[in-house]
């Protein structure tokens, strides 16, 4: 349980996090929601215009030609539907365009600036198509989501308080039949939504492995042919994609529950409507008009139903994107003393007492002293896996020794700059 509670704080926080990476496009997303204002005010409008054209219809008595009654009413109400498709595409474009080229695009740029800040150690050890998906597939997914934020906060609630102030004063008795389906509905499809999460966690974090074994077969294609090894290659391939699949299966398919909900509900409503209202309508003495409108409301209550079923399925997808990206983000970056290395070089090169191991658990080099003096020519003979390259990446200082001193000149290559130390060496790789 406290794992649980641990978990759920975490994710939160990654939500919390991903709101404050909204802040260079804050101006357009405010832009937005003015425009997702005009979209709710047009959407509660259409149903009383209509409502209202119904009942001087059912009260109609020719005493003025029918045209004249309908078309002005006709045209107001062809406007305001009008309107409300011109301010949909207009705020679908504008989160387009500032999502996709300044959300997304510095997002990865940022990715790319960081990859060249962190310890080569690191880079050797992390797959490059796992840093793929993350790139690639991560931030889209959280592009993605602030879409699915606007409409959630926006258009889906708000629209949600405005269409059942509406109903609540068109008739009361129909809007609270109305609106005590709608809770239960919304309570259990944010219940089903966050039971997919673990699911949602699972895809992204298998994804990653299926990028990283697509690229590794992919570049180590010629060692894979001249081993024969392309059986065992499909065999692992084929392992990571059924996982794959079956979390993504797992995920899908909770996350499709809701719209059935919904659309049951609706259902429900209209039902509800169609008695309550006839009972109401020959008992009551409601207007015809009235009843009309509840019935444009309640179908217009599933859409922001939807929305908001649709925004917490998008809202558990992206807490597992944004964690696997902001845990890349926040990576200690390597130490990068400013210090040249001072005067010309001279060539004499010391290992002081130098321990190094890749991995805690599998010591490599324990106390190791050497001294080539300038002019000496050395050559490091041995096995695969011996240290030949090790000896190398200490020297360059791509890996960093956990014990001991590198000395050049007598200088500590510790408190040097990287490039200034690799500026030192020319160095011939056995593959180009």
């Not at 009551?284 to 929305?307: K, Y």
Request: net charge positive.
């Amino acid at each position: 349980m406290t794992q649980k509670r641990e978990r759920s704080r975490l994710l939160d926080g990654t939500v919390k996090r991903l709101l404050r990476e909204t802040r260079p496009i804050r101006g357009w997303l405010v832009l937005s929601v003015v425009l997702c204002l005009g979209i709710i005010a047009c959407a509660v409008a259409g149903p009383e215009l209509l409502g209202g054209l119904v009942d001087r219809l059912y009260a109609y008595d020719g005493t003025v030609p029918l045209r004249d009654l309908l078309l002005p009413e006709l045209l107001l109400l062809g406007g305001v539907y009008a309107l409300q498709q011109a301010l949909s595409y207009g705020n679908s474009f504008l989160l387009c365009q500032a999502v996709s080229r300044f959300f997304t695009c510095s997002l990865r740029i940022r990715i790319s600036e960081k990859l060249k800040r962190l310890s080569v150690g690191w880079l050797d050890k992390t797959p490059v198509g796992e840093v793929i998906d993350r790139m690639q597939e991560d931030v889209s997914t959280m592009g993605t989501t602030i879409h699915g934020i606007i409409e959630v906060l926006v258009i889906g609630i708000l629209q949600m308080v405005a269409i059942a102030v509406f109903m609540l004063l068109a008739d009361w008795r129909l809007a609270l039949a109305i609106l005590l389906i709608t809770p239960l509905s919304v309570l259990l499809s944010s219940r089903i939504a966050a039971k997919a999460e673990k699911h949602w966690d699972s895809l992204f974090t298998i994804g990653g492995d299926l990028y990283a074994m697509a690229e590794e077969s992919l570049t180590n294609f010629p060692a894979t042919k001249a081993f024969n090894l392309e059986g065992e290659m499909n065999r692992r391939f084929h392992s990571i994609n059924t996982r794959h699949q079956e979390a993504g299966r797992k995920g899908n398919f909770l996350s499709s529950i809701v719209q059935p909900i919904i659309v049951f509900t609706n259902a429900a409503a209209y039902i509800l409507i169609a008695l309550a209202g006839g009972w109401l309508i020959v008992y009551r003495g409601v207007s015809v008009g009235t009843v009309v409108t509840m019935i444009l409301f309640a179908r217009q209550l599933g859409g922001p139903m939807e929305r908001i079923a649709s925004g917490f399925s998008q809202m558990q997808q992206a807490k597992a994107a944004s964690k696997r990206v902001f845990d890349l983000m926040d990576l200690p970056e390597e130490e990068r003393p400013a210090v040249p290395f001072p005067g010309p070089v001279q060539g004499d090169v010391t290992f002081d007492k130098v321990d190094f191991s890749y991995r805690e658990d599998q010591p490599l080099i324990r106390d190791m002293s050497i001294h080539i003096h300038r002019g000496q020519k050395v050559a490091i003979v041995g096995p695969t896996g011996a240290g030949k390259t090790t000896l190398v990446n200490l020297l360059m200082r791509f890996y960093d020794v956990q014990q001991g001193r590198i000395l050049i000149d007598g200088q500590d290559i510790s408190t040097l700059s990287r490039e200034s130390v690799r500026s030192l060496f020319g160095m011939v790789l056995q593959d180009t």
